[in-house]
């Protein structure tokens, strides 16, 4: 399995509160994303980023934003969680975009109240 | 913009059938295909990827699909199911312009 940790794993919060969640990985891949998993729609991609400091929207951004300081951590922030972002948060890595597979962490289930 | 169609939501089986899922993407470019398995409580896991050469694809654990790119479809095949297959099944294509787009997933249970 690579070497993907998401903290926390489980969290329950309320509704207007900031909540982040912290990707690690220690594969030194470049490309690094956040998805979301919600029954019948699959994977939906938050954000991603192509490196130190180099992040992008994906196709469900409103309402997060992410920040990277290093290679190996990706942080993403709710910051006022809604009940509508309750959901199950997947963080994945890959060495490019393209004609590369991502690898996926354990996931942080996450109950916005 | 690309779009994954997985048709079949829920199936259920018995062991020792053979299975079929279905996929199908919308862009009519190159693509790469991938097919992801998620036990009930696990991560993600690749089954199988096609990148380019022989259209049918081996995967991990006995599992195969097939990229017919004249049907826009990357159907993923078994001959015979256990009941350790019992999970969620998803279809991902990329291409060149798009990120990974992931179809809305497929829930197998197969019964003992």
């Known amino acids: 399995d690579a070497g993907i940790t998401q903290s926390p794993r489980h969290k329950v919060t309320e509704t207007g509160t900031p909540v982040t969640l912290r990707c690690h990985q220690t594969?030194?891949?470049?490309?690094m994303y956040w998805y979301r998993q919600d029954p019948g729609h699959g994977l939906r991609l938050i954000h991603y980023?192509?490196?130190?400091?180099?992040?992008d929207k994906g196709e469900v951004s409103d309402g997060y934003s992410v920040s990277r300081s290093k290679t190996e951590d990706f942080l993403l922030t709710l910051e006022s969680a809604t009940s509508s972002q309750t959901s199950v948060y997947f963080c994945?890595?890959?060495?490019?975009?393209?004609?590369?597979?991502?690898?996926f962490g354990p996931g942080t289930r996450l109950t916005v109240t | 913009a690309q779009s994954v169609s997985q048709h079949n939501h829920h199936v259920i089986l018995s062991e020792a059938a053979s299975l079929e899922l279905g996929c199908n993407y919308s862009?009519?470019?190159?693509?790469?295909l991938f097919w992801y398995v998620q036990y009930p409580g696990q991560h993600l896991q690749l089954l199988l990827k096609?990148?380019?050469?022989?259209?049918l694809v081996k995967g991990i654990k006995g599992f195969e699909a097939e990229f017919i790119k004249s049907k826009f479809s990357f159907n993923l095949r078994k001959p015979s199911v256990q009941w350790s297959d019992t999970a969620e099944y998803f279809c991902?294509?990329?291409?060149?312009?798009?990120?990974?787009?992931f179809g809305g997933g497929t829930r197998l249970m197969v019964k003992p």
């Open positions: 862009y009519g470019g190159t693509v790469n």
């Open positions: 096609y990148f380019s050469g022989d259209p």
């Open positions: 980023s192509y490196g130190v400091k180099d992040t």
């Open positions: 994945a890595i890959s060495e490019a975009v393209y004609s590369y597979e991502q690898y």
């Open positions: 594969e030194n891949h470049r490309y």
């Open positions: 991902a294509v990329i291409n060149a312009g798009n990120m990974l787009t």
